[in-house]
């Protein structure tokens, strides 16, 4: 949707009510709603695991072959109790990235 160099938006579906529903990263360097700078984020502050993007299954076998050809790494599980497989990666953070997808075979 639209990038600089202090955020990223990306359009992940549309939204209600004319606005988008969106994944926004912004860089470090902003200050925070309150005004504040951002410290080091530390791990005992957070419960954050992981989060989760949901994909097509038509997109699945693509986005691993994207991996591959970049030589990113990742690992794939399924969830056969909610027919759902998914493909994690790490960020350059170490953030983990799910991306998951219905699967009816499964």
Not at 4 to 11: D, H, L, P, R
Not at 43 to 53: D, E, I, M, R, V
Not at 74 to 93: A, G, L, M, Q, R
């Amino acid at each position: 949707m639209s990038e600089s160099e202090n955020y990223t938006f990306f359009k992940i579906a549309e939204g209600f009510g004319g606005h988008n529903q969106t994944l926004a990263l912004f860089a470090k360097t902003n200050l925070n709603a309150f005004g504040e700078e951002f410290k080091s984020i530390q791990q005992k502050n957070t419960t954050l695991h992981h989060f989760a993007l949901e994909i097509d299954k038509k997109d699945y076998k693509e986005i691993k072959a994207f991996f591959n050809k970049e030589n990113i790494a990742y690992i794939t599980e399924v969830f056969e109790w909610v027919s759902w497989k998914s493909i994690f990666i790490k960020d350059p953070e170490l953030n983990i990235i799910e991306f998951v997808c219905y699967d009816s075979e499964i």
